[in-house]
């Protein structure tokens, strides 16, 4: 049986990444904290596929409304920052991303995809894992689906800032509509 995950603190992270300058850093989620940023992560499958950079250039396409909204995004799989830096490298014509305005990391060893329950052990890549940390650091939202499925980045947005309120969100709750 799988174990809970939300509401509890979420599991700690630090990998090598692709920074939004293409240089070669870090990124984890001690250093969001001590910011006090939001935290978005975001798993995928690998790099150079089809539905891929379909979600993660929406995302740095939106870049701005989560930093507003002050959230980190952080894109991962289980390629490596090489793989990533030619990715970004490789023009949005040519199926590659071009230029990314949040980090993209590398969980070479899986180690953060198995923490956070999204590893294809099998396989050795992860599923679509999307999950929002607050500055506490504790998991507020997790969501995961199949491969061949992409995320909504409106409701991504959406469900960032109904977090945000404090306040119990209804269905179908649209940022600036009341709370109950």
């Not at 980045?153 to 960032?160: A, S």
Request: aromatic share 8%; charged share 25%.
């Amino acid at each position: 049986m799988a174990e809970r995950m939300v509401a509890k603190q979420a599991p700690r992270f630090e990998m090598d990444a692709v920074l939004p300058n293409k240089e070669f850093g870090k990124v984890s989620l001690e250093e969001n904290m001590k910011n006090d940023k939001w935290t978005v992560l975001f798993f995928y499958p690998m790099d150079f596929t089809f539905v891929c950079p379909t979600e993660i250039t929406s995302l740095s396409d939106r870049f701005d409304e989560f930093e507003d909204l002050d959230a980190d995004v952080i894109g991962v799989s289980t390629d490596t920052i090489h793989t990533h830096k030619a990715w970004i490298n490789t023009p949005r014509d040519m199926n590659g991303l071009g230029e990314l305005k949040y980090s993209l990391a590398a969980d070479t060893n899986h180690s953060v995809a198995r923490d956070y329950g999204v590893l294809i052990e099998e396989e050795g890549i992860a599923l679509r894992g999307l999950f929002i940390i607050s500055p506490e650091g504790e998991l507020m939202y997790s969501v995961v689906n199949h491969n061949n499925i992409g995320r909504d980045v409106d409701e991504t947005l959406r469900v960032l800032q109904a977090l945000q309120t404090g306040g119990l969100c209804p269905a179908n709750w649209k940022p600036g509509q009341k709370t109950l």
